[in-house]
């Protein structure tokens, strides 16, 4: 009977630093264009998580 144990595959990204980078910009762009909506706050934590994410 074989009891070893395989791990699982590593996980691949998703996305590249670029994809990051990129969707930071378009956060950015809808925030300008957004300014006054109230839902704005949440894009901003989206922005800095997004910053975040691209400095690991």
Known sequence: MNTMTTEPARARAVLSN????LLQEAVVFYLKAHEDDP???KYSN???RLG???RR
């Open 46 to 48: 989206l922005y800095h």
């Open 52 to 54: 975040s994410a691209i």
């Open 39 to 41: 839902i704005s706050s």
């Open 18 to 21: 670029e994809d990051f980078k």
